[in-house]
């Protein structure tokens, strides 16, 4: 071969070797950049600052909140009345409209409301009036004749024991005079049984016969009518929160503070009426080591029905600084509640609290974390125990 023979290089490596001379010249001018001029180099703190995930928090704040309590609460009525025949007969009116209102007819003490066939008990009333006005009759015959042989018998002229015999006459007929006097009381009293009146104020509820059917004391309760306004509410209190709520009453001077009673409906709204409490079942209930509180409600809108569930919420009035947080930072595993805080160097903590009543969108919190720490309320999904975060303060909620 020539030895000015070229000798062939192929295109890939040719262009390699440019690569790899272009990429030697790059890190020579950095590593110059960086030697002369102080350039810094990306950290590995502000790396993992890039990748940490965005959280929002709130701030652990103080707020003045009143102690309360919950409890399972039933309302009953303070009075309540069941309706039956006290005589048998047939119903001849009935004198109430149970479809004039949903709920029920208000009635007052006194309204009448059945009557049954009044007949045979007025010809009884009237037998009773003349057997009476007879026996009064036989009396007073009686009482002249023995007058009149005792006057005989003062003068010799009748013998004693005539005027023992009437007079023994005479008071047998003054007990049958009372044997019809009482017996025209019973006739009169089964009289007045045939008109069924409502012995109270309250709402009525449906009749259980109508008209024509044949009632007596057997036939059960013909309606039922409860008291309206005030009403009761009854709820069972364990032992050991029964002297938590004593010991909330108790004042520096020794006395008893107020406590206001609230109701929550079914539907969650708040019943608009506070309630006092007048009752506490003396007796503890050994299975279950609660006793039975008792508070009047008033209810002028006729809102609580006998029966009824609500929820009983008892309240201290003065109001005391406890820490707060946002509803939406609690957390709970087997062990219970948790938040996570973010600590001054972006580091998420795990923190045990206690929690004490809710307070509209925050839950008192008795321990676990102290006033100003940033808990996570956004994006708690994200982060874990330990990890370093971006954390963003949210603005309160309105109303919270």
């Not at 010991?247 to 107020?258: F, H, I, S, V």
């Amino acid at each position: 071969m020539a030895k000015d023979a070229h000798i062939a290089v192929p295109r890939w490596r040719w262009i390699g070797a440019v690569g790899l001379v272009a990429l030697i010249v790059v890190a020579g001018l950095a590593w110059f950049l960086i030697k002369d001029h102080g350039t810094p180099a990306p950290s590995a703190t502000a790396a993992a600052a890039t990748l940490a995930p965005a959280v929002g928090v709130r701030p652990v704040v103080t707020k003045g909140v009143s102690q309360s309590f919950e409890f399972v609460g039933r309302i009953k009525a303070m009075e309540k009345v069941e309706l039956r025949a006290r005589v048998e007969g047939f119903l001849q009116r009935v004198l109430f409209r149970e479809g004039q209102f949903r709920e029920g007819q208000d009635v007052k003490a006194g309204d009448l409301l059945y009557q049954i066939e009044k007949v045979q008990y007025q010809a009884l009333v009237d037998q009773a009036k003349a057997n009476l006005a007879a026996a009064k009759a036989e009396l007073l015959h009686d009482q002249l004749e023995y007058n009149r042989q005792l006057d005989l018998s003062k003068r010799q002229y009748s013998p004693q024991s005539q005027v023992d015999q009437l007079k023994a006459t005479m008071d047998s007929g003054e007990a049958k005079v009372m044997q019809m006097k009482a017996a025209l009381t019973q006739a009169e009293v089964n009289l007045d049984y045939t008109d069924i009146r409502s012995p109270i104020d309250g709402r009525i509820g449906r009749t259980a016969y109508t008209v024509g059917n044949l009632v007596n004391p057997a036939s059960g309760v013909l309606a039922t009518i409860v008291s309206q306004d005030p009403i009761y509410v009854l709820f069972p209190v364990s032992v050991r929160d029964l002297e938590t709520i004593r010991e909330a009453r108790r004042k520096e001077g020794g006395g008893l503070a107020k406590i206001d009673i609230r109701l929550r409906l079914s539907n969650g709204q708040d019943y608009p009426h506070p309630g006092v409490w007048n009752l506490t079942d003396p007796q503890v209930d050994q299975q279950t080591d609660s006793l039975i509180m008792r508070a009047s409600i008033p209810n002028p809108e006729r809102t609580l029905t006998d029966g009824q569930f609500v929820t009983a919420i008892i309240h201290e009035r003065k109001e005391e600084p406890r820490l707060v947080v946002p509803q939406s930072a609690l957390q709970v595993d087997q062990s219970g509640y948790y938040v996570l805080v973010v600590t001054d160097q972006h580091k998420v903590e795990q923190r045990r609290v206690q929690t004490g009543p809710n307070l509209g969108t925050d839950v008192v919190v008795t321990s676990g974390v102290r006033e100003g720490e940033n808990v996570i309320v956004d994006g708690i999904q994200k982060v874990r125990p330990g990890q370093i975060v971006q954390e963003t303060v949210l603005p309160p909620k309105v109303g919270g």
